[in-house]
């Protein structure tokens, strides 16, 4: 049974034009910011450098036309549905295991850096 | 005859004929990985004390006339991405250099159960991403048959401890090929089950929708006993697909008859190496005279696994590592300014440059305005891919192919070319996209003295199947019984 | 100019499940003993997997359709990726394009309002309103931990507490139908009640189980009929009833001052997130977002898709209880109540209607019922800080006592003694003990409380204070009718039980004989 399970996209053309707008250095430093990256300016140049590699290779995507019938996007290999488990109590951690891989703790809480609230 | 080197079964023999204890067994495997293992960097982490203990218990049990598990008294190595708990599991990165899980993954708890003795965990690339073991943040793996070429990945350190008689078995992980590269480049058996077949719980994710716990072994007997043990439902996987396991060692000297092998024309087409292609068309030729019939075949989308695989493995990998920032487990930067610094300081140390490179991949094909031109595109694709392999299946039984399109290449040789790193896996991602098994088997010896390996794949849930067509070469053949001989160190 | 306001909320809720929505760990409130209801999974350890519970996905249905949403027939979870420490995965998994439910409403009583759009006549009341508020969607996804910060000022270090990360939580989301706030309240309340009806949440905003943001801004009518609609302003965490009233009041005056200095319009500048200071009763900025938040949606592969089937539709549907708003329309017709008493009753929950019920079923004066549970029992569960479930007098007692005043066994007044006398059993160390029928013959007795109707008896008493009272007799006889009230009186404090409209007949008679 094939089911629509994910949105059906952009029309191929408009796909097209996104891939071909080529990667920059700032676009790379937005990515690195959203994947909470610290990179170095050699990693930069570096990366803008190779992730524009692989991007202009995996354009070639675009060779297959996906707009025909509803190609259903593949997100699972098996088409499983409907796994629960029920709500039954199972055994939890201590605190003691809950915090020990932690990098810091005050024996009750994780600690991180003051945050402000929204930020 | 030395004990390092007999296959799984020959091991179990004579431990149950008690010619050999398990601790025999088991310090001569420590001692193989003590003479040997700093020319080759298999392993990651051996506590020979609690091997020894684990297998002075399972002599005791057999002494006292207890029953045993399945494995018992077989040293099994382990891919360091299971979570063993209690013992430091780091998936070969600075970020987890320091984690001590306190849960076991269910695999292990099955080989626990199966009482076989967990020898030590092996290196891989960081993070599993990656095709030699070369990102490993902590060692380069080496295939033991030239320590100048690469052990292949991900899963080097397992497929490498198989190959150097340092373990009879041992398990590793399969996302885009990461059991078979580096079953074929260190000449062992690899397989790679159905996605679904094998719980994933406790290993630790690279590409959720693609990862496959699987075994190694020096025969293909060997990782049918180790698959039968690992495989099966796991409530804790949502994605474990609930159907019997059958026991393949029963079923695997079983030759298929009217066996129909398929191959693909454009797999033996430009990059493949002239080696590879002639021991490929040997074992066709080995088929062909037990009477299997070689068809022609069309996967006409799989030369667009490479870049879907890339997109979707690490569209999956940002989402999955973006737990590891310093917070809840795992290293935190030393130096940082505020909160959100924190993570960017400990998330740019923590991991290696591969790491990152496919971390941003992912968050860049995720992100606004790119989703559905690189990850819902790749989506598609993918599925196309299965629906080529769900035909072919219609009239074949397997799918032969190389593993990979030469044998072991040098250390250094690709780490620059991220690029020509990804398009060695050309052969082996189209199963992990389409979710069905796949085995690596020995198959000749290149004119430079590596191996080469002849993949074999199946419609999902067939790893039966896989498994006796397999074993028909095998028999036919001495390839796997080839030891690499090392000197000692 | 006109201004309407345009508000739109966004409510969460904790469901009421035994354990957390992807692991076995309790689901629980439990500040003071921090990161214990923790394991694997819910801290996002390396290589852990969710499972969905089962019961957490029965409730969230069964609300959504008590909230008259459509139930998608197949649903899928998505991952929400966004960076804070009370996150272990840094991904919510929540729903995104295929949320279980959708285009739902619900009905709110109101007085007035801004607009005609959503309003229909109520079938029951002329005199209020009723507004549909509709629902954009409902969906399940799981709940964060808790960040506690340095309050001090110091900047030391913030605690996060995960016994909280992976409730189920339900985020309901309405329509901008509301127009004052008012119905914002009056909206959360009836959302409110009906979630405790449905058993499927306690709702308590202390404890955060149900917390809201509000979405509010302007609609300006110019002099020539132009409709210029001002940003939108997020209000978030708001956690009282009374909070979100006086925020949204506070919201719509500045606003306003901002449209009259500024003139923005609806896309000049982005999307405004506001929070509330309930101290000072102000709306503040709260610091920008160092990025536009790019949450980078997509199927969460671990977790596999769910298909609803018809059959299990219909078996929650035959485990629906009835909904506040039939409850309240049955009880106006079957036991004559006005639609104030009601609300009243409907309104203090499921436990407190059922117990109005079965004291009216049983007194068979539904009315009488409403006015002692409304007054005399509402009065004393306030004034002891306890629930209904905790009210010594138990619907059996009750029903009897007012029973004996429908039976003109007992007066109302005699009754509110008794009812005294049981409660004051209570508090002679007897708390927790219900209080049995037998107790009420007692009190009659020992405090001869029965209703005097032995004229014979009576007579004689009214004679004697007749003749102490020939003043007010003699007032009587000039037309002075409440000059026997004393008599009366004088008569009742002799004899505890005595009808008072039979005494005062027979005063009246003696008189004119």
């Avoid at chain 3, 049981?422 to 007692?442: C, F, P, T, Y």
Wanted: aromatic share 6%.
């Amino acid at each position: 049974m094939v089911t629509a399970i994910c949105r059906v996209g952009l029309p191929e053309k408009r796909l097209i034009g996104i891939m071909s707008v080529p990667l920059t250095r700032d676009d790379v430093q937005k990515v690195a910011m959203l994947a909470r990256l610290k990179l170095s300016d050699a990693e930069l140049d570096l990366f803008t450098n190779q992730l524009g590699q692989v991007l202009e290779y995996v354009k070639m995507l675009n060779e297959v036309d996906t707009d025909t019938d509803a190609i259903e996007p593949m997100v699972h290999v098996a088409e499983l549905r409907n796994v629960f488990r029920d709500d039954e109590l199972e055994k939890s951690l201590s605190r003691v295991e809950s915090l020990a891989n932690a990098p810091k703790t005050d024996g009750q809480f994780f600690l991180v850096p003051p945050i402000m609230e929204g930020t | 005859m030395s004990i390092t080197g007999l296959t799984a079964a020959e091991l179990l023999r004579r431990m149950e004929r008690e010619e050999l204890s398990c601790v025999e067994v088991t310090q001569a495997h420590l001692d193989a990985i003590d003479t040997h293992d700093q020319q080759i960097g298999a392993f990651l982490h051996v506590d020979a004390d609690t091997a020894l203990a684990q297998a002075e218990a399972i002599d005791r049990k057999r002494q006292s006339g207890e029953s045993l598990g399945s494995l018992a008294g077989l040293p099994v190595a382990v891919k360091d991405m299971l979570c063993t708990k209690g013992q430091t599991t780091t998936c070969a990165s600075r970020m987890l250099q320091r984690f001590v899980p306190p849960y076991d993954a269910h695999v292990i708890t099955l080989l626990k159960q199966s009482d076989a003795v967990l020898i030590g965990k092996t290196n891989m690339d960081e993070f599993a991403m990656g095709s030699s073991t070369e990102n490993s943040a902590f060692k380069i793996t080496r295939t033991p048959w030239n320590r100048d070429c690469v052990a292949g990945g991900s899963s080097g350190g397992s497929a490498a401890a198989v190959a150097a008689s340092m373990a009879p078995l041992a398990i590793g992980s399969d996302t885009g090929g990461s059991i078979r590269q580096p079953a074929s480049f260190c000449g062992v058996v690899g397989l790679k089950p159905t996605y679904g077949r094998v719980s994933r719980y406790g290993l630790i994710a690279y590409a959720s929708s693609l990862d496959q716990v699987g075994p190694f072994a020096n025969d293909v007997h060997g990782a049918a006993l180790l698959m039968q043990t690992i495989a099966g439902y796991d409530r804790r996987d949502s994605t474990s697909v609930n159907i019997d396991v059958p026991t393949f060692t029963k079923t695997i000297g079983k030759p298929l008859s009217e066996l129909r092998i398929g191959i693909v024309r454009e797999h033996f087409a430009e990059g493949l190496h002239v080696d590879v292609e002639s021991a490929i068309q040997t074992t066709l030729d080995v088929y062909r005279s037990l009477g299997a019939k070689i068809r022609d075949i069309a996967l006409p989308h799989s030369r667009y696994a490479v870049a879907t695989y890339y997109l979707i493995a690490s569209s999956e990998a940002s989402s999955n590592l973006a737990r590891y920032d310093g917070v809840h487990y795992g290293d935190r930067a030393d130096q940082f300014d505020k909160m959100v610094d924190m993570y960017a300081a400990s998330r740019g140390e923590g991991f290696g440059a591969e790491v990152k490179r496919r971390i941003m991949l992912g968050t860049y094909a995720l992100s606004s305005g790119y989703y559905d031109a690189y990850y819902l595109k790749a989506l598609k694709v993918r599925r196309l891919i299965q629906s080529d392999f769900d035909q072919a299946f219609q009239n074949v039984d397997v799918i032969a192919s190389p593993v990979s399109p030469t044998p072991a290449f040098r250390v250094g040789k690709l780490v620059d070319d991220p690029l020509a790193m990804y398009l060695s896996d050309i052969y082996t991602i189209s199963a992990n996209l389409a979710g069905i098994p796949g085995i690596s088997v020995p198959a000749g010896i290149s004119s430079d003295g590596l191996p080469i390996g002849l993949q074999l794949l199946a419609a999902p849930f067939e790893e039966e199947r896989l498994l006796r067509v397999a074993h028909m070469f095998e028999r036919e053949t001495e390839w796997h019984k080839q030891r690499v001989v090392l000197e000692s160190n | 100019m006109h201004f309407s306001t345009i508000i739109g909320l966004e409510v969460h809720v904790q469901l009421l499940t035994k354990t957390k929505i992807f692991c076995g760990c309790a689901n629980r409130f439990n500040p003071r003993n921090p990161n214990v209801q923790t394991c694997p999974v819910c801290l996002g350890l390396p290589g852990s997997l969710p499972v969905m519970n089962r019961e957490a996905f029965r409730l969230s249905l069964k609300t959504a359709m008590a909230l008259n949403c459509q139930i998608t027939r197949f649903t899928k979870w998505d991952r929400k990726q966004y960076y804070y420490p009370d996150l272990p995965k840094n991904y919510q998994i929540s729903q995104y394009d295929l949320p279980f439910s959708s285009d739902g409403w619900l009905e709110i009583e109101t007085e007035s309002d801004g607009s005609s759009a959503f309003q229909t006549d109520s079938p029951l009341s002329a005199s209020s309103k009723t507004k549909r508020v509709r629902l954009i969607r409902v969906h399940l996804e799981e709940d964060a931990g808790k960040n506690l910060h340095d309050e001090s000022g110091q900047g030391a270090d913030s605690q996060v507490d995960l016994n909280r990360a992976g409730t189920p939580l339900l985020e309901i989301v309405s329509q901008p139908d509301i127009r004052l706030p008012q119905q914002a309240r009056a909206y959360l309340e009836e959302l409110k009640l009906l979630l405790n009806y449905l058993a499927v949440s306690d709702c308590n905003m202390q404890e955060g189980s149900l917390r809201c943001d509000a979405n509010v801004n302007l609609h300006v009518q110019t002099d020539d009929g132009e409709i210029i609609p001002t940003p939108i302003v997020e209000i978030k965490n708001l956690n009282s009833f009374r909070g979100v009233e006086l925020a949204l009041n506070y919201e719509i005056k500045r606003q306003i001052e901002q449209w009259k200095q500024t003139g923005q319009k609806l896309g000049d500048v982005e999307k405004e997130t506001r929070g509330w200071d309930a101290d000072r009763e102000v709306t503040f900025a709260q610091r920008g977002k160092e990025e536009a938040s790019d949450y980078r949606y997509f199927p969460d592969p671990d977790l596999v898709p769910v298909s609803v089937s018809e059959e299990l539709i219909e078996t929650i549907c035959s485990e629906m209880c009835e909904l506040p708003a039939a409850r309240r329309c049955r009880f106006q017709l079957e036991f004559q109540l006005s639609n104030y008493d009601a609300m009243v009753i409907i309104g203090q929950g499921r436990i407190f209607a059922d117990y109005y019920e079965q004291v009216a079923n049983v007194c068979g004066d539904g009315k009488q019922a409403a006015n002692w549970v409304t007054q005399d029992v509402l009065r004393e569960l306030n004034d002891r800080q306890i629930t209904i479930d905790e009210f010594p007098i138990r619907p059996p007692e009750l029903s009897a006592l007012l029973t004996k005043i429908t039976g003109n066994e007992i007066t109302t007044k005699s009754a509110r003694e008794i009812f005294s006398e049981l409660l004051v059993d209570m508090g002679n160390g007897d708390e927790g003990k219900e209080i049995s029928g037998a107790r009420i013959d007692q009190i009659i007795d020992q405090k001869d409380l029965g209703i005097v109707s032995d004229v014979g008896q009576l007579d004689a008493i009214i004679a004697v204070a007749m003749g102490r009272n020939k003043k007010a007799v003699a007032d009587f006889c000039d037309g002075k009718q409440t000059a026997i009230g004393r008599i009366i009186g004088e008569v009742m404090r002799e004899v505890k039980g005595a009808d008072p409209k039979l005494v005062r007949k027979m005063i009246v008679d003696k008189i004119g004989s």
